[in-house]
């Protein structure tokens, strides 16, 4: 019992860390329920990847990581709309486009300056432990916006959800909302890659959603579902890295799909037992 | 002044990016009476009954659905489409679905209340779904989910319903009720536009359009349900013929082998086959 509460007992860095990781998990429960509804899997992917030469940009700039990471959304995003709506390639292929060449983009602006020797594995895995008050302040906004937003806009995002045509033909203009969601997922990973980094917070966009997703007869209860698989993903993650010295924000994200799995497999042991139940003997 | 009609199709032509799948079609209908769209896969139906309800443009002509432009009227066009993509992924309850249906009356924020719940209910008993409003949408079949989208329609209380293929997954039972829920709601006033491959159901309509990725024939069922035109649009020598109350197809040898007396002025059509 004592493990589960020491990690956090007079250590200021690991309770901000756990709050970070909350934000996290709510904002990302939230966007990722869409996400995963909505089979953006790839498109969540791509932004959570595309804005590594946002980033990049700004710390050779000297301005905030968050401020660029925004520059890279908005490019995806953009670039994404522009590509699918003005040519004949299916949305996979435009987005796969954008994918690499901003990650390649990436890459190229890291690889050509020292300044980024530290600052690079912090953009792709994250700096939980390193989460100062103001991080957690701006998470906390952004946490609101995307949580205010998806309240407002429940109504279109779900009938996008079941039938884009159906949002429309009830006066939801589906582009648009389908714009507001993305722009909820960009949000999401902008304000997330502080604490589990580029590539790894699509990891907590999907798994606790998906978990919920088999859980749940409801979109708000899965997205409950989501929010406290992934609350229980930073808490469990966080306790195992502080005892095993494991990296804090992959150990998070390991514990999330961890727990998918652990869903999937209780769902599947119980369906077969149901389907057993059901042959007459 | 007379209440603006339900649709009016002027030389309309419809179809995607600019390319016509169909063209020239003319046909107008009031509150209260049907329209069905007849033809093979592939022939306009579809595109047709899309534009109608504002998601694609018409390509020339022009469309009105209750004196406006398709699409400007949300709250009093109610749409079944062919396809839910999500179904099965969905964690929704069947009276979730049917609730969506009142939607558009409230907008983003507005107040669901009470008598949008009685709506709901009142069309999920029409539709016999009631007992499977709390059933998770993705465990049933596709007759069941079929009748939860067909309350979803009803639910919206709309002045036209646009329906696309509705009797598709429904057991002969269901067709039949089917049929009477349309019979009720053009009872009060709706009118109803239908893309269908039973002819049965065309027959029941004031305005039928007989499609070929063409205009073959559009006006009263009986002139455009004849064996000559279902000939043109299908290629397979096809017959209308009534049979205890119903409308039937069959093919020509087999409806004069089986009924010898088809529609009223059509005998002379297979009399020679």
Known sequence: ?281 | MSAPLALRATAAAVGYEGRAVVEGIDVAIARGEALALVGTNGSGKSTFLKTVVGLLEPLAGTIEVLGSAPGRRPRQIAYLGQFHQSALVLPLRAADVVRMGRFSRHGLLGRIGRADEEAVVRAMARTDVTHLADAPLRSLSGGQQQRVYLAQVLAKEADVLVLDEPTAGLDAGSREHYLSIIDAERARGAAVVTATHDIGEAMRCEKTVLLAQRVVAAGRPADVLTPDHLLEAFGVALQAVQHLGHTDVLTAEAAHAHHPHGLPGHQHDHAGH
């Open chain 1, 1 to 281: 019992m004592r493990a589960l509460v020491e990690p956090f007992q007079g250590n200021a860095f690991m309770v901000r860390a756990l709050l970070a990781g909350v934000l996290v998990a709510v904002c990302c429960a939230v966007a990722g329920t869409f996400v995963v509804l909505r089979g953006l899997a790839f498109i969540g992917d791509a932004l959570a990847h595309g804005v590594l030469p946002g980033v990049a940009g700004a710390l050779l700039l000297g301005a905030p990581g968050v401020l660029g990471a925004a520059v890279g959304a908005t490019v995806m995003i953009a670039g994404m709309h522009v590509l699918t709506t003005r040519s004949r390639l299916s949305s996979d292929t435009a987005i796969g486009l954008l994918f690499v060449g901003m990650l390649a983009l990436g890459v190229v602006m890291v690889s050509s300056s020292s300044a980024f020797s530290g600052d690079i594995v912090r953009i792709l895995f994250g700096e939980v432990l390193g989460v100062s008050p103001s991080d957690l302040v701006q998470q906390a906004v952004a946490t609101a916006l995307v949580a205010g937003t998806a309240f407002v806009c429940a109504r279109p995002f779900l009938l996008l959800a079941f039938d884009p045509e159906q949002a429309e033909v009830s006066g939801f203009r589906a582009s648009r909302y389908h714009v507001v969601m993305l722009v909820l997922v960009a949000v999401t990973v902008i304000v997330s890659f502080q604490t589990v980094g580029t590539l790894l917070v699509f990891g907590m966009l999907i798994a606790p959603a998906g978990a919920g997703a088999l859980l749940a007869r409801r979109v708000g209860a899965m997205i409950a579902w989501a929010a406290a698989i992934g609350v229980v993903s930073v808490y469990v993650g966080l306790v195992l890295s502080y005892h095993l010295g494991y990296a804090a924000g992959a150990t998070i994200v390991l514990v999330a799909v961890a727990l998918f799995f652990v869903v999937f497999g209780i769902q599947s042991a119980r369906q077969a037992r149901q389907r057993l139940g059901a042959v007459p003997t």
